[in-house]
């Protein structure tokens, strides 16, 4: 089967794996239509149950997870439809829509933005030490690279800005038929209100920041917490992510140096390589892009990972992985990621 063949199917409304709502998030879980990939190929329902009983052996409650086996024409899906809160997830859309709109001639990747310590959004930002020490320009090519190398939150507020803002680039998401991803705020906003803060623009301080969640009693972040797993603001389904991934295999959504530039972006990412990364068997590489949440009170709202596992030999295969309020350490939960991988490649590859 190829990308070009199959990409009618794809695109065709399906029920082939409805998802029946368990979560409360229910009213945002996306039906079976442009976005489910099962009909890129035939259900593997052996995978699946395998994957489930994994998750349940580790003690996860709540997993997503997508697969689409790109040379063989097979699909995966559990809790595909459902929304799954994205963290640095989302900067791979944001990418995404930014170059549609460079090629819709909406957007350029040599226009240029100049970033102060003021613009500093709190959470992950490498960039945050270069602009306390002086402004630095910035095109937004270079954006773009620090977003999927370096997952930095300074850097993907100033490309939302850029495209127009959370509303803008989401309306490109749209446009473009891809259902079950959502961008509703600069991550200058979503970072404290995921943890129960209002939005400071004092966070461009780290220290101020940390302070701010430390003054937080635990009552007041369990609170805060389970108001994020009910927000279905900046979430996305499984199969959306992996929908988002076909589109961008597929030659019908970006030009052949875009894909290729993204792309080479994912697969030099350092960020997140313990997760399905840790889990290619050889001969595989994966150029995938992660997201995290903190653990608060011993929960850690999201720890995902998502890319493309490419062989050798040419096979290719996607593989999307979110876990939701997962009380696991986070080693734990990347050896859950690594044990996924494998699966999905001993099985398929």
């Known amino acids: 089967m190829t990308l070009k063949l199959c990409r009618r199917e794809f695109l065709a409304a ?9 979560s409360s998030r229910a009213a945002g879980t996306i039906g079976a239509n442009a ?3 099962a009909k890129l190929g035939t259900p593997d329902i052996a995978l699946e149950t395998k994957i489930s009983a994994l998750a349940t ?3 996860l409650a709540k997993i997503g997870f997508a697969a689409v086996d790109l040379s063989r024409g097979r699909a995966a899906s559990i809790r595909g439809g459902e929304l799954f809160p994205m963290q640095s997830i989302c900067k791979l859309p944001i990418a995404v829509a930014y170059l549609q709109m460079v090629q819709d001639g909406t957007a350029s990747m040599d226009r240029k933005v100049l970033l102060t310590e003021a613009d500093i959004s709190p959470g992950r930002s490498p960039l945050a030490e270069k602009l306390r020490a002086r402004p630095t320009q910035f095109t937004a ?9 370096n997952s930095d939150n300074t850097a993907t507020d100033a490309l939302l800005k850029l495209g127009g803002g959370p509303a803008r680039i989401q309306s490109v998401i749209n446009a473009i038929g891809l259902e079950g991803v959502r961008i509703d ?15 400071d623009p004092a966070y461009a301080n780290q220290f101020a920041f940390e302070t701010a969640i430390q003054s937080l009693d635990e ?14 603001r900046d979430t996305a389904s499984p199969r959306g992510i992996a929908s988002l991934l076909f589109k961008l295999l597929s030659g019908h959504l970006l030009e052949l140096r875009h894909v290729t530039f993204v792309l080479d972006l994912m697969r030099r990412t350092k960020t997140g390589e313990d997760r399905l990364n840790g889990g290619m068997l050889p001969g595989w590489t994966f150029a995938h ?3 995290q949440s903190r653990t608060i009170a011993g929960t850690t709202a999201a720890f995902n990972d998502a890319g ?4 050798k030999n040419g096979s290719k295969i996607i593989i999307v992985l979110f876990i939701e309020g997962a009380t696991l350490s986070t080693a734990e939960l990347a050896q859950f990621h690594r044990t996924t991988a494998r699966a999905v490649l001993t099985a398929w590859g």
């Open 14 to 22: 399906s029920t082939a794996l409805a998802i029946v709502p368990q």
């Open 35 to 37: 976005q489910d990939v």
């Open 57 to 59: 052996e580790a003690g």
């Open 141 to 149: 090519s270079q954006l773009i690279d620090h977003i999927l190398l």
């Open 185 to 199: 705020r600069y991550e200058r906003d979503l970072q404290p209100q995921a943890l129960g803060l209002t939005p």
């Open 219 to 232: 009552a007041k972040q369990k609170k805060a917490l389970e108001l994020f797993l009910r927000d279905a």
């Open 289 to 291: 892009r992660g997201g």
């Open 308 to 311: 493309l596992a490419t062989h």
